[in-house]
């Protein structure tokens, strides 16, 4: 007949095949860290290679232009704005196609037709410009653009692929100029949720002639101008039913009139380096709601 085991004898059979069940999890877990952790060979995950495939980037246009007329701003300011947002779409598909296409897709499908929608913009800068004065030569030179970063060479293989950072524009160092800002009325975002639009006086309309040496800067001002716009606006649609009957004007328009006054005056600065500094021009800081 046989014994029953002493309770001691029991309880160390528990705990040493609990230790063993304990020690064998561990083992598992380990291996599955192990197995999920990427390789640091060289710093690199390839995942972030393959989603990192480069920038579009063009010629900066708006440091290469002469003094512009008064009566050309606006439609030259256009323009500008015109070519960045041709720069940033073409960026877009760039991310969006990413593996399609042969080995020229990028050249043909992106490249090649943002060039000739930048040579007919530049063109119609010059003509603008012509009408009162020295019409501009050689601006066609910068219509052409290229592919840095990881994609330039995925492009030479067949392998063009979209632009890895989610803005658009963040490697097209030198381009800031591009950003030329409409900077009306009718450029101004419309709210769908019915908290209305923010509208502010045109600006570039009213500046004098700017010297070429104050071109860039001006236009990052301007551009700067519609990006307050459109900051505005998205806040008056995200805070709607927010604050009392007096919100918008102290938390909105208040604060967007001081923003635009301080950089209307650095455009004003700009061009009196040079030539006449514009006054009263901080009249069309103040902007307004509109139903």
């Known amino acids: 007949m046989s014994r029953a085991l002493p309770k001691y004898n029991k309880r160390r059979v528990v705990i040493?095949?609990?230790?063993?069940?304990?020690?064998?999890?561990?083992?598992?877990?380990?291996?599955?860290?192990?197995?999920?952790?990427?390789?640091?060979?060289?710093?690199?995950?390839?995942?972030?290679?393959a989603a990192s495939p480069g920038t579009i980037t063009c010629p900066d246009v708006a440091s290469k232009l002469p003094a512009i007329p008064a009566s050309a701003q606006a439609e030259v300011t256009r323009n500008l704005t015109l070519l960045q947002t041709q720069i940033d779409e073409a960026n877009k598909r760039?991310?969006?196609?990413?593996?399609?296409?042969?080995?020229?897709?990028?050249?043909?499908?992106?490249?090649?037709?943002?060039?000739?929608?930048?040579?007919?913009?530049?063109?119609?800068?010059?003509?603008?410009i012509g009408r009162t004065a020295a019409k501009p030569t050689g601006l066609d030179a910068l219509a052409a653009c290229t592919l840095n970063g990881a994609g330039a060479g995925a492009a030479n293989n067949g392998n063009a692929a979209g632009n890895g950072n989610g803005n658009g524009n963040a490697g097209n160092a030198?381009?800031?100029?591009?950003?030329?800002?409409?900077?009306?009325?009718?450029?101004?975002?419309?709210?769908?949720?019915?908290?209305?639009?923010?509208?502010?006086?045109?600006?570039?309309?009213?500046?004098?002639?700017?010297?070429?040496?104050a071109q860039a800067e001006v236009t990052r001002n301007l551009t700067l101008l519609?990006?307050?716009?459109?900051?505005?606006?998205?806040?008056?649609?995200?805070?709607?039913?927010?604050?009392?009957?007096?919100?918008?004007?102290?938390?909105?328009?208040?604060?967007?009139?001081?923003k635009r006054k301080s950089t209307i005056d650095r455009i004003a600065i700009a061009i009196g380096r040079t030539s006449t500094k514009p006054t009263g021009l901080d009249s069309l800081a103040a902007c307004t709601l509109t139903k």
């Open 226 to 258: 519609q990006t307050q716009i459109d900051e505005a606006n998205k806040r008056l649609q995200s805070t709607v039913g927010q604050g009392g009957p007096n919100f918008v004007n102290n938390a909105i328009l208040g604060p967007l009139a001081d």
């Open 174 to 213: 030198g381009n800031a100029g591009n950003a030329g800002a409409g900077n009306n009325a009718g450029g101004n975002a419309g709210a769908a949720t019915g908290a209305g639009t923010i509208t502010c006086p045109d600006v570039a309309s009213k500046l004098p002639a700017i010297p070429a040496s």
């Open 16 to 49: 040493l095949g609990g230790a063993a069940a304990v020690a064998l999890s561990g083992a598992i877990i380990a291996g599955t860290a192990l197995a999920g952790t990427p390789s640091k060979g060289n710093g690199t995950d390839a995942r972030t290679l």
């Open 94 to 128: 760039l991310q969006s196609t990413v593996g399609q296409g042969g080995p020229n897709f990028v050249n043909n499908a992106i490249l090649g037709p943002l060039k000739d929608k930048r040579v007919a913009t530049v063109n119609r800068i010059a003509t603008a």
